[in-house]
């Protein structure tokens, strides 16, 4: 926006246009229609931002992002522990949830590999997946992150380095559109992903 | 997003949603967005939404959003304020001074007469612009609203109140793609149009 607009409204189009897949016009677009909310609305967008990044944090177990020390799905008794399903990040723990197919827990790694990126192992929520399978009690690891380079890349390192404790370690069968994303299966593609899936 | 998601992230992804041209599935996107973004960032965008609609309101004269009582355009005794260009809406005084060839001044409508939507006259900002044609000064209006059947019918409606008046009234030569949209209109096009506005 040019110097003759207000510079609150620089600045906030300049916030949204820091978004993911919000270029300036559309970050300008949005500022102008924060001018004609009223003031509570705006006070409450404000707020749940500010709750949100507050009050979210990773799940001790899971790592998924969640209120409370440990989550509603790891710490529901009718979930089958014993069934870890690997996943890059909460929005695909959403998409699973969807499929209403599933009862085993998650594991959310919170990326994927990418060394050119500098997304190394140690990046990723790996030594925490190692912990809870070496608390014994795991009979499968369900490697569920998207069929990409990185997705399959990660997938397959993290298979390596279960093999060796005794888990049974599986991946999401390629039902999934290779190249797509998860989170834009429809559940039912998903669930035949699930069901299908293949040992590695 | 399903109940297993925790709740201050559901309601921030709703905020999202809240907004023009986001849906729930980039809404989501974007809470998780935020959950990665530092702390202090988090708290700059809050701050940048109450900033903008505390500090910012319409110039008394042109109605255009300002930080200040009258607006940098109407203070600066640099520009024509015998020309008015007249439009519907604050990103539209920014797509004029993108050209860099307009010197005039503005008038913001705040909108487009829709009876079928319920905005009549009296809801634009029409008696305002009244106000600067009879307080004297002005020799010409040009009407700058979007070439739709809402653009042309307020432009028309305008001409015929400032006519009386002894004021010349012009309308944007129609370069614009007819049906589009002003914002998207490149800097030449808008100057041609501009440039060959006709008498109403």
């Not at 970050?27 to 229609?33: G, I, K, T």
């Not at 060394?115 to 809870?132: A, Q, V």
């Amino acid at each position: 926006m040019a110097d003759h607009n207000a510079l609150p409204l620089v600045i906030l189009a300049e916030k949204f246009a820091s978004l993911p897949g919000i270029g300036m016009k559309s970050a300008q677009r949005l500022a102008y229609h924060v001018m004609s909310m009223d003031e509570a609305s705006v006070r409450a967008f404000a707020q749940a931002l500010i709750d949100a990044k507050k009050n979210v944090r990773c799940c001790k177990i899971c790592q998924n992002l969640t209120e409370r020390e440990v989550c509603p799905i790891c710490s529901d008794d009718q979930r089958d522990s014993g069934t870890i399903c690997v996943v890059e990040a909460p929005k695909d723990v959403t998409a699973f949830e969807r499929t209403r197919e599933y009862n085993g827990v998650y594991h959310v790694l919170h990326g994927l590999l990418s060394p050119m990126d500098g997304i190394t192992p140690d990046k990723l929520r790996i030594r925490e997946l190692l912990g809870r399978i070496s608390g014994g009690g795991v009979r499968e690891v369900i490697m569920a992150t998207n069929p990409t380079v990185e997705g399959d890349a990660t997938a397959m390192y993290v298979a390596n380095l279960l093999k060796p404790l005794g888990v049974k370690v599986s991946r999401l069968a390629f039902g999934l559109p290779v190249g797509g994303m998860l989170e834009y299966a429809d559940e039912v593609t998903l669930f035949k992903a699930l069901e299908n899936r293949n040992l590695l």
